[in-house]
């Protein structure tokens, strides 16, 4: 996996570059607009990363796979970290853009039961030690967890929040230059996630095959 981490060392600059020189400024909000990359690049690996968590945790249910534990805990930690850093990057595009650092509107408040969800989800993790036990209960979290995420997705439409809709009907909500500068960020950030990711599955397996060394 040199390859991906090397290609992460290579996107994580180039989507610095994109968002903030190639990216246009936009005319209102200014140049704070430009977290905005991040921001969504950041909410997307969180998204994702509960994804991976429920279909690894689905197949840890059917089958008892090991490795899908290891790949549902370690998104686990992954997205959590990524969803923490979208409530931080939030309050700081908001202060100049709403005047307020934080409000209770559907997008932010689903986010914050995401971060939660996260938070409990780890931490079974650390409380219950016995590994098959862990693994189930840890699994049910993660799939029942994941039904927050498309309600923080579709809140924009269904209960018409204040956030702007960057995805719209008839070609989007954004200038030419800002969608390609979110896309190259987005992938960037997927690189970082698969990187991440990669490690923390291989030192689960450590850590796995040193408990039942210790048994």
Known sequence: MRVIDVLTLVAIPIAMYFAFIYAPVEARMGVVQKIFYFHVASAWVGFFALFVTFIASIVFLARGSRISDDVANASAEIGFVFCLIVLLTGP????????????????????????????????????????????????????????????????????????????????????????????????????????????????????????????
């Open 92 to 215: 700081i595009w908001a202060k100049p853009t709403w005047g307020v650092w934080w409000t209770w509107d559907v997008r932010l408040t689903t986010t914050l039961v995401l971060v939660f969800i996260y938070a409990a989800y780890l931490l079974l993790r650390k409380f219950i030690y016995e590994p098959e036990r862990r693994g189930k209960f840890c699994a049910v979290v993660g799939i029942i967890g994941f039904v927050d995420v498309p309600l923080v997705f579709f809140s924009i439409r269904w209960w018409g929040t204040i956030h702007p809709n960057v995805v719209q009907k008839g070609g989007g909500g954004l200038h030419p230059d800002m969608l390609t500068a979110l896309i190259v960020s987005v992938l960037a950030f997927t690189l970082l996630y698969v990187s991440l990711m990669n490690k923390r599955v291989r030192l689960a397996t450590l850590e796995r095959a040193n408990y039942e060394d210790d048994k």
